[in-house]
Protein backbone atom coordinates (compact mmCIF):
# COMPACT_ATOMS: atom_id res chain seq x y z
CA UNK A 1 0.00 0.00 0.00
CA UNK A 2 0.71 4.04 -0.63
CA UNK A 3 1.55 5.15 2.47
CA UNK A 4 -0.21 8.68 3.10
CA UNK A 5 1.60 11.74 4.63
CA UNK A 6 0.50 14.91 6.88
CA UNK A 7 0.35 16.83 3.12
CA UNK A 8 -1.90 14.35 1.64
CA UNK A 9 -5.66 15.54 1.32
CA UNK A 10 -7.66 15.76 4.59
CA UNK A 11 -10.39 13.74 2.92
CA UNK A 12 -8.07 10.76 2.26
CA UNK A 13 -6.69 10.85 5.45
CA UNK A 14 -10.16 10.72 6.96
CA UNK A 15 -11.16 7.71 4.68
CA UNK A 16 -8.39 5.70 5.15
CA UNK A 17 -8.87 6.19 9.27
CA UNK A 18 -12.50 5.67 8.99
CA UNK A 19 -11.95 2.04 7.44
CA UNK A 20 -9.60 0.79 9.56
CA UNK A 21 -8.42 2.92 12.83
CA UNK A 22 -10.87 2.06 16.20
CA UNK A 23 -10.60 5.14 18.10
CA UNK A 24 -10.76 5.50 22.18
CA UNK A 25 -13.56 7.14 23.54
CA UNK A 26 -15.58 7.52 20.42
CA UNK A 27 -19.03 6.06 18.38
CA UNK A 28 -17.56 4.80 15.44
CA UNK A 29 -20.65 5.05 13.03
CA UNK A 30 -20.82 8.93 13.82
CA UNK A 31 -17.19 9.39 13.72
CA UNK A 32 -17.00 7.72 10.75
CA UNK A 33 -20.17 10.09 8.83
CA UNK A 34 -18.52 13.39 10.28
CA UNK A 35 -14.64 12.45 9.69
CA UNK A 36 -11.98 12.72 12.29
CA UNK A 37 -9.49 16.02 12.63
CA UNK A 38 -6.74 15.00 11.76
CA UNK A 39 -3.75 16.82 13.43
CA UNK A 40 -0.52 17.42 11.56
CA UNK A 41 2.28 19.45 13.67
CA UNK A 42 1.93 21.44 16.75
CA UNK A 43 4.60 24.12 18.11
CA UNK A 44 4.13 25.70 21.65
CA UNK A 45 0.44 25.80 22.70
CA UNK A 46 -0.41 25.40 18.96
CA UNK A 47 -1.41 22.35 16.43
CA UNK A 48 -1.96 22.58 12.94
CA UNK A 49 -4.44 20.01 11.00
CA UNK A 50 -4.42 18.97 8.01
CA UNK A 51 -6.42 21.90 6.72
CA UNK A 52 -3.87 24.53 7.80
CA UNK A 53 -6.21 25.83 10.66
CA UNK A 54 -3.81 27.14 13.72
CA UNK A 55 -5.49 25.88 16.99
CA UNK A 56 -4.54 26.84 20.43
CA UNK A 57 -4.77 23.79 22.27
CA UNK A 58 -6.46 24.65 25.67
CA UNK A 59 -6.10 20.92 26.78
CA UNK A 60 -2.28 20.32 26.02
CA UNK A 61 -3.57 17.31 24.30
CA UNK A 62 -4.49 15.13 26.69
CA UNK A 63 -3.72 16.86 30.04
CA UNK A 64 0.02 16.32 29.56
CA UNK A 65 1.71 18.54 27.04
CA UNK A 66 3.15 20.60 30.07
CA UNK A 67 6.21 21.70 28.52
CA UNK A 68 4.52 22.25 24.79
CA UNK A 69 5.05 21.00 21.78
CA UNK A 70 8.03 20.95 19.67
CA UNK A 71 10.70 20.67 22.10
CA UNK A 72 13.57 19.15 20.17
CA UNK A 73 15.91 18.30 23.44
CA UNK A 74 12.95 15.63 24.05
CA UNK A 75 13.64 14.25 20.43
CA UNK A 76 17.87 14.64 20.55
CA UNK A 77 17.56 12.62 24.08
CA UNK A 78 15.28 9.87 22.53
CA UNK A 79 17.36 9.30 19.44
CA UNK A 80 20.27 8.97 21.80
CA UNK A 81 19.18 6.49 23.76
CA UNK A 82 17.73 4.70 21.22
CA UNK A 83 20.86 4.05 19.60
CA UNK A 84 22.82 3.62 23.01
CA UNK A 85 20.27 1.07 24.45
CA UNK A 86 16.50 0.96 22.68
CA UNK A 87 15.46 -1.70 25.26
CA UNK A 88 16.23 -3.65 28.15
CA UNK A 89 13.81 -4.95 30.27
CA UNK A 90 13.95 -4.26 34.70
CA UNK A 91 12.61 -8.02 35.07
CA UNK A 92 14.90 -10.19 37.38
CA UNK A 93 17.20 -8.18 39.19
CA UNK A 94 18.25 -5.92 36.08
CA UNK A 95 18.25 -2.40 35.52
CA UNK A 96 20.03 0.34 33.25
CA UNK A 97 20.89 3.84 33.34
CA UNK A 98 17.89 6.23 32.47
CA UNK A 99 15.50 4.03 34.80
CA UNK A 100 17.79 4.17 37.99
CA UNK A 101 17.97 7.73 37.52
CA UNK A 102 14.59 8.54 36.55
CA UNK A 103 13.65 6.66 40.20
CA UNK A 104 16.01 8.66 41.91
CA UNK A 105 14.79 12.15 40.30
CA UNK A 106 11.47 11.47 40.89
CA UNK A 107 12.30 10.28 44.53
CA UNK A 108 13.89 13.65 45.19
CA UNK A 109 11.06 15.80 43.72
CA UNK A 110 8.37 13.65 45.23
CA UNK A 111 7.44 14.53 48.93
CA UNK A 112 7.75 13.07 52.56
CA UNK A 113 9.58 9.63 52.56
CA UNK A 114 8.19 8.73 48.81
CA UNK A 115 11.31 7.54 47.72
CA UNK A 116 10.93 4.03 45.36
CA UNK A 117 9.07 4.01 41.86
CA UNK A 118 7.08 1.33 40.13
CA UNK A 119 7.21 1.75 36.64
CA UNK A 120 4.29 1.21 33.96
CA UNK A 121 3.30 2.39 30.66
CA UNK A 122 0.76 4.74 31.40
CA UNK A 123 -1.95 5.45 34.22
CA UNK A 124 -3.92 2.76 34.06
CA UNK A 125 -1.17 0.48 34.60
CA UNK A 126 0.45 2.21 37.39
CA UNK A 127 -3.26 1.88 38.86
CA UNK A 128 -3.42 -1.81 37.97
CA UNK A 129 0.09 -1.71 39.85
CA UNK A 130 -1.37 -0.24 42.51
CA UNK A 131 -4.77 -2.20 42.80
CA UNK A 132 -1.71 -5.32 43.52
CA UNK A 133 0.24 -3.53 45.62
CA UNK A 134 -1.78 -2.63 48.19
CA UNK A 135 -3.46 -5.60 48.73
CA UNK A 136 -0.04 -7.68 48.42
CA UNK A 137 0.66 -5.43 51.25
CA UNK A 138 -1.90 -5.93 53.36
CA UNK A 139 -0.97 -9.66 52.64
CA UNK A 140 1.96 -9.37 53.40
CA UNK A 141 1.42 -7.78 56.73
CA UNK A 142 -1.17 -10.59 57.56
CA UNK A 143 -3.97 -8.84 56.84
CA UNK A 144 -5.04 -10.90 53.38
CA UNK A 145 -8.52 -9.18 54.46
CA UNK A 146 -7.75 -5.98 53.78
CA UNK A 147 -8.79 -6.09 50.20
CA UNK A 148 -11.59 -3.67 49.41
CA UNK A 149 -10.47 -0.61 47.79
CA UNK A 150 -12.66 2.89 48.31
CA UNK A 151 -12.50 5.02 45.73
CA UNK A 152 -15.24 8.16 44.13
CA UNK A 153 -17.89 8.48 41.51
CA UNK A 154 -16.98 9.84 38.36
CA UNK A 155 -12.90 9.74 39.26
CA UNK A 156 -10.91 8.90 36.30
CA UNK A 157 -7.93 6.24 37.61
CA UNK A 158 -7.95 5.01 33.38
CA UNK A 159 -9.51 2.23 31.06
CA UNK A 160 -8.18 -1.39 31.78
CA UNK A 161 -9.94 -3.61 33.75
CA UNK A 162 -8.14 -2.88 37.13
CA UNK A 163 -7.98 0.84 36.63
CA UNK A 164 -11.40 1.41 34.77
CA UNK A 165 -13.11 -0.47 38.30
CA UNK A 166 -10.90 2.05 40.61
CA UNK A 167 -12.56 4.87 38.73
CA UNK A 168 -16.20 5.67 39.34
CA UNK A 169 -17.38 6.54 35.52
CA UNK A 170 -20.71 4.67 34.87
CA UNK A 171 -19.84 4.67 31.00
CA UNK A 172 -16.83 2.72 31.50
CA UNK A 173 -18.69 -0.08 34.30
CA UNK A 174 -21.36 -0.04 31.71
CA UNK A 175 -19.23 -1.81 29.13
CA UNK A 176 -17.13 -5.08 29.72
CA UNK A 177 -18.32 -6.19 33.05
CA UNK A 178 -16.65 -3.75 35.60
CA UNK A 179 -16.67 -2.88 38.11
CA UNK A 180 -14.29 -5.84 39.71
CA UNK A 181 -14.82 -7.45 43.56
CA UNK A 182 -13.43 -5.39 46.14
CA UNK A 183 -14.03 -1.69 45.03
CA UNK A 184 -16.50 0.82 46.82
CA UNK A 185 -17.60 4.38 45.42
CA UNK A 186 -18.38 6.98 47.56
CA UNK A 187 -20.01 10.35 46.21
CA UNK A 188 -17.28 12.77 45.04
CA UNK A 189 -16.96 17.00 46.42
CA UNK A 190 -18.77 18.39 43.73
CA UNK A 191 -20.50 21.07 45.71
CA UNK A 192 -21.37 23.06 42.53
CA UNK A 193 -23.53 20.49 41.09
CA UNK A 194 -24.95 18.62 44.19
CA UNK A 195 -23.99 21.01 47.11
CA UNK A 196 -26.52 23.62 46.83
CA UNK A 197 -28.22 22.66 50.00
CA UNK A 198 -25.24 23.83 52.05
CA UNK A 199 -22.04 26.08 51.95
CA UNK A 200 -18.61 24.18 50.36
CA UNK A 201 -17.44 24.41 53.84
CA UNK A 202 -20.03 21.95 55.21
CA UNK A 203 -20.68 20.13 51.96
CA UNK A 204 -16.55 19.53 51.82
CA UNK A 205 -17.11 18.06 55.43
CA UNK A 206 -20.26 15.72 54.62
CA UNK A 207 -18.52 14.47 51.73
CA UNK A 208 -15.27 14.07 53.59
CA UNK A 209 -17.05 12.25 55.95
CA UNK A 210 -18.75 9.87 53.87
CA UNK A 211 -15.49 7.81 53.40
CA UNK A 212 -15.58 7.38 57.59
CA UNK A 213 -18.83 5.79 56.81
CA UNK A 214 -18.35 3.96 54.30
CA UNK A 215 -15.27 2.75 55.83
CA UNK A 216 -17.18 1.62 59.00
CA UNK A 217 -20.23 -0.13 57.13
CA UNK A 218 -17.07 -2.54 55.12
CA UNK A 219 -15.64 -3.00 58.19
CA UNK A 220 -12.49 -0.78 58.83
CA UNK A 221 -10.36 -4.10 58.88
CA UNK A 222 -11.24 -4.89 55.56
CA UNK A 223 -10.22 -1.44 53.75
CA UNK A 224 -6.85 -1.44 51.92
CA UNK A 225 -6.85 2.05 50.59
CA UNK A 226 -8.44 4.94 49.57
CA UNK A 227 -7.83 6.22 45.82
CA UNK A 228 -8.74 9.92 44.69
CA UNK A 229 -7.12 12.46 42.47
CA UNK A 230 -6.07 15.69 44.52
CA UNK A 231 -8.71 17.52 42.16
CA UNK A 232 -10.82 15.54 39.85
CA UNK A 233 -9.71 15.61 36.26
CA UNK A 234 -11.80 13.65 33.75
CA UNK A 235 -15.06 14.11 35.76
CA UNK A 236 -15.26 17.83 34.61
CA UNK A 237 -11.87 19.31 37.18
CA UNK A 238 -13.98 19.54 40.07
CA UNK A 239 -12.34 21.41 42.76
CA UNK A 240 -13.05 20.15 46.18
CA UNK A 241 -13.94 22.32 49.00
CA UNK A 242 -10.68 23.61 51.23
CA UNK A 243 -12.58 21.63 53.97
CA UNK A 244 -12.85 18.52 52.13
CA UNK A 245 -8.47 16.93 51.86
CA UNK A 246 -7.60 17.87 55.68
CA UNK A 247 -10.80 15.80 56.70
CA UNK A 248 -10.16 13.09 54.83
CA UNK A 249 -6.67 12.70 55.60
CA UNK A 250 -7.75 12.76 59.26
CA UNK A 251 -9.53 9.81 58.14
CA UNK A 252 -7.48 7.82 56.31
CA UNK A 253 -5.01 8.25 59.39
CA UNK A 254 -7.48 7.29 61.92
CA UNK A 255 -8.45 3.93 60.13
CA UNK A 256 -4.31 3.42 59.30
CA UNK A 257 -5.59 2.90 55.67
CA UNK A 258 -3.62 3.49 52.56
CA UNK A 259 -4.00 7.15 50.71
CA UNK A 260 -3.33 6.69 46.99
CA UNK A 261 -3.19 10.07 45.25
CA UNK A 262 -3.77 9.39 41.41
CA UNK A 263 -1.73 12.65 40.05
CA UNK A 264 -1.80 11.40 36.45
CA UNK A 265 -3.15 15.26 35.70
CA UNK A 266 -2.29 17.37 38.90
CA UNK A 267 1.43 15.57 38.69
CA UNK A 268 4.64 17.84 37.30
CA UNK A 269 3.30 21.43 37.79
CA UNK A 270 0.00 21.67 36.76
CA UNK A 271 -1.39 22.87 40.52
CA UNK A 272 1.25 25.22 41.01
CA UNK A 273 3.32 22.57 43.11
CA UNK A 274 5.13 19.84 41.80
CA UNK A 275 2.20 17.57 42.76
CA UNK A 276 -1.35 18.21 43.78
CA UNK A 277 -0.59 16.18 46.76
CA UNK A 278 1.06 19.78 48.54
CA UNK A 279 -1.07 22.41 46.98
CA UNK A 280 -3.85 20.11 48.55
CA UNK A 281 -1.60 19.29 52.08
CA UNK A 282 -2.44 15.64 51.78
CA UNK A 283 0.36 12.66 52.77
CA UNK A 284 -0.16 9.94 50.54
CA UNK A 285 1.46 6.62 50.77
CA UNK A 286 1.48 6.29 46.84
CA UNK A 287 1.44 8.55 44.20
CA UNK A 288 0.46 7.41 40.63
CA UNK A 289 2.11 9.40 37.77
CA UNK A 290 1.80 9.72 34.14
CA UNK A 291 1.25 12.31 31.38
CA UNK A 292 3.26 15.21 32.28
CA UNK A 293 6.00 13.02 33.80
CA UNK A 294 7.29 12.56 29.92
CA UNK A 295 5.19 15.52 28.67
CA UNK A 296 3.10 13.33 26.82
CA UNK A 297 6.06 12.68 24.28
CA UNK A 298 6.81 9.06 25.15
CA UNK A 299 4.09 6.64 26.93
CA UNK A 300 5.61 6.47 30.56
CA UNK A 301 3.95 5.89 33.81
CA UNK A 302 4.25 5.28 37.45
CA UNK A 303 3.45 4.55 40.88
CA UNK A 304 5.78 6.69 43.72
CA UNK A 305 5.70 4.83 46.74
CA UNK A 306 6.15 5.81 50.60
CA UNK A 307 9.48 3.73 52.43
CA UNK A 308 7.06 1.58 54.62
CA UNK A 309 5.01 0.20 51.51
CA UNK A 310 8.10 -0.21 49.47
CA UNK A 311 9.74 -2.54 52.27
CA UNK A 312 7.13 -4.44 53.33
CA UNK A 313 6.37 -4.89 49.39
CA UNK A 314 10.31 -5.58 49.14
CA UNK A 315 9.64 -8.92 51.44
CA UNK A 316 8.06 -10.85 48.84
CA UNK A 317 8.58 -10.86 45.23
CA UNK A 318 6.26 -9.10 43.46
CA UNK A 319 4.84 -10.30 40.78
CA UNK A 320 3.74 -7.98 38.42
CA UNK A 321 5.74 -5.78 35.51
CA UNK A 322 5.11 -4.73 32.24
CA UNK A 323 7.41 -5.63 29.35
CA UNK A 324 8.15 -1.72 29.20
CA UNK A 325 8.35 -0.75 32.79
CA UNK A 326 11.12 1.45 33.12
CA UNK A 327 11.96 1.58 28.97
CA UNK A 328 15.22 3.35 28.67
CA UNK A 329 13.90 5.57 25.74
CA UNK A 330 10.43 6.73 28.13
CA UNK A 331 12.90 7.06 31.17
CA UNK A 332 15.61 9.37 29.18
CA UNK A 333 12.93 11.24 27.87
CA UNK A 334 11.15 11.68 31.31
CA UNK A 335 13.96 12.91 32.79
CA UNK A 336 15.04 15.31 30.47
CA UNK A 337 11.55 16.56 30.40
CA UNK A 338 12.20 16.85 33.78
CA UNK A 339 15.08 18.93 33.64
CA UNK A 340 12.95 21.75 31.59
CA UNK A 341 10.51 21.86 33.39
CA UNK A 342 12.75 22.95 36.46
CA UNK A 343 15.51 24.47 34.59
CA UNK A 344 12.83 26.53 32.95
CA UNK A 345 10.75 26.95 36.41
CA UNK A 346 7.53 25.85 35.16
CA UNK A 347 5.83 24.71 38.58
CA UNK A 348 6.75 28.50 39.43
CA UNK A 349 5.50 30.48 36.59
CA UNK A 350 2.23 28.14 37.48
CA UNK A 351 1.99 28.90 41.27
CA UNK A 352 3.27 32.53 40.79
CA UNK A 353 2.99 34.28 37.51
CA UNK A 354 1.47 33.14 34.46
CA UNK A 355 -0.96 30.95 36.73
CA UNK A 356 -1.99 33.90 38.37
CA UNK A 357 -2.58 36.00 35.60
CA UNK A 358 -4.43 32.93 33.94
CA UNK A 359 -6.90 32.67 37.07
CA UNK A 360 -7.64 35.90 37.07
CA UNK A 361 -8.94 36.13 33.46
CA UNK A 362 -10.74 32.20 33.25
CA UNK A 363 -12.60 33.81 36.76
CA UNK A 364 -13.44 36.69 34.77
CA UNK A 365 -15.56 34.13 32.49
CA UNK A 366 -18.37 34.40 35.44
CA UNK A 367 -19.31 37.32 33.78
CA UNK A 368 -20.61 35.26 31.04
CA UNK A 369 -24.66 34.96 31.26
CA UNK A 370 -24.37 31.44 30.73
CA UNK A 371 -20.92 30.34 33.28
CA UNK A 372 -22.49 29.38 36.96
CA UNK A 373 -18.92 29.17 38.63
CA UNK A 374 -15.56 29.10 37.25
CA UNK A 375 -13.09 27.52 38.89
CA UNK A 376 -8.96 26.68 38.64
CA UNK A 377 -6.21 25.63 40.62
CA UNK A 378 -2.89 26.22 38.77
CA UNK A 379 -3.59 25.43 35.24
CA UNK A 380 -6.51 22.99 35.36
CA UNK A 381 -9.99 24.80 35.27
CA UNK A 382 -14.02 24.45 34.35
CA UNK A 383 -16.53 26.64 34.24
CA UNK A 384 -20.38 25.11 34.56
CA UNK A 385 -22.88 25.99 31.97
CA UNK A 386 -26.35 26.81 32.94
CA UNK A 387 -29.11 28.60 31.53
CA UNK A 388 -29.96 30.13 35.06
CA UNK A 389 -26.97 30.81 37.65
CA UNK A 390 -28.79 31.73 41.25
CA UNK A 391 -30.94 28.38 40.82
CA UNK A 392 -28.03 26.45 39.24
CA UNK A 393 -30.54 24.56 37.15
CA UNK A 394 -29.54 22.21 34.37
CA UNK A 395 -30.53 23.08 30.54
CA UNK A 396 -33.84 21.30 29.19
CA UNK A 397 -32.13 19.60 26.53
CA UNK A 398 -30.70 16.50 27.90
CA UNK A 399 -27.00 16.99 30.04
CA UNK A 400 -24.35 17.48 28.06
CA UNK A 401 -25.94 18.79 25.23
CA UNK A 402 -25.07 22.18 25.24
CA UNK A 403 -21.34 21.29 26.51
CA UNK A 404 -21.12 19.68 23.56
CA UNK A 405 -22.48 22.73 21.17
CA UNK A 406 -20.00 24.87 23.18
CA UNK A 407 -17.07 22.67 22.44
CA UNK A 408 -17.67 22.80 18.60
CA UNK A 409 -17.80 26.33 18.40
CA UNK A 410 -14.46 26.22 20.18
CA UNK A 411 -13.30 24.03 17.33
CA UNK A 412 -14.64 26.09 14.83
CA UNK A 413 -12.91 29.28 16.56
CA UNK A 414 -10.02 27.00 16.56
CA UNK A 415 -9.66 26.60 20.57
CA UNK A 416 -9.51 22.93 21.85
CA UNK A 417 -11.74 22.89 25.08
CA UNK A 418 -13.54 19.65 26.39
CA UNK A 419 -16.61 19.24 27.60
CA UNK A 420 -17.77 16.99 30.62
CA UNK A 421 -21.20 16.88 30.19
CA UNK A 422 -22.22 20.55 31.03
CA UNK A 423 -18.80 21.86 32.34
CA UNK A 424 -16.12 23.53 29.16
CA UNK A 425 -12.77 22.50 30.89
CA UNK A 426 -9.18 23.48 30.48
CA UNK A 427 -5.63 22.52 31.32
CA UNK A 428 -3.02 24.15 28.85
CA UNK A 429 0.57 23.67 28.17
CA UNK A 430 2.19 25.28 31.22
CA UNK A 431 4.34 27.60 28.80
CA UNK A 432 1.61 29.10 27.50
CA UNK A 433 2.20 33.24 27.59
CA UNK A 434 0.09 35.80 28.48
CA UNK A 435 -0.86 36.53 24.93
CA UNK A 436 -1.83 33.11 24.22
CA UNK A 437 -4.06 33.50 27.72
CA UNK A 438 -5.65 36.33 25.79
CA UNK A 439 -6.88 34.55 23.14
CA UNK A 440 -7.86 31.36 25.06
CA UNK A 441 -10.41 33.42 27.27
CA UNK A 442 -11.28 35.66 23.97
CA UNK A 443 -12.20 32.49 21.87
CA UNK A 444 -13.87 30.98 24.77
CA UNK A 445 -16.10 33.69 25.46
CA UNK A 446 -17.18 33.77 21.53
CA UNK A 447 -17.96 30.19 21.91
CA UNK A 448 -19.66 30.73 24.65
CA UNK A 449 -21.59 33.49 22.94
CA UNK A 450 -22.52 31.29 20.07
CA UNK A 451 -23.03 28.07 22.02
CA UNK A 452 -25.89 30.71 24.08
CA UNK A 453 -27.79 32.04 21.02
CA UNK A 454 -27.78 28.58 20.07
CA UNK A 455 -29.91 27.47 23.06
CA UNK A 456 -31.73 30.29 24.13
N1 LIG B 1 -5.54 8.70 36.22
C1 LIG B 1 -5.97 9.92 35.90
C2 LIG B 1 -6.25 10.91 36.97
C3 LIG B 1 -6.14 10.27 34.57
O1 LIG B 1 -6.62 11.47 34.23
C4 LIG B 1 -5.84 9.31 33.58
C5 LIG B 1 -6.01 9.63 32.15
O2 LIG B 1 -6.58 10.61 31.79
C6 LIG B 1 -5.40 8.05 33.98
C7 LIG B 1 -5.25 7.78 35.32
C8 LIG B 1 -5.11 6.98 32.98
O3 LIG B 1 -3.92 7.25 32.33
P1 LIG B 1 -3.61 6.59 30.91
O4 LIG B 1 -4.58 7.15 29.93
O5 LIG B 1 -2.17 6.98 30.66
O6 LIG B 1 -3.75 5.14 31.06
Redesign the pocket.
Known amino acids: MTLLTANSPTAELQALDAAHHMHPFTHGQELGAKGARVITRAEGCWLTDSDGNRILDAMAG??CVNVGYGRKELAEVAARQMQELPFYNTFFQTTHVPALNLAAKLAELAPGDLNHVFFAG????A?DTNLRMVRTYWAEKGQPQRDVIISRWNA????SVG?GSLGGMKGIHMQGGLPIPGVHHIDQPNWWSEGGYSTPEAFGLERARALEAAILEIGPDRVAAFIA?PVQ??GGVIVPPETYWPEVQKIVDKYGILLIA?E??CGFGRTGEWFGSQTMGIRPDIM?V??GLSSGYIPI?GSIVSDEVASVIGNTEFNHGYTYSGHPVACAVALENLRIIEEEGLVEKVRDDTGVYLRERFESLTDHPMVGEAKIVGMMGSIALTPQKETRAPFKAEAGTVGFKVRERCFANNLIMRHVGDRMIISPPLVISREEIDTLIERAWQSLDEGYAAVK
Open positions: LWSGSENYHGSSEGADVITAKG
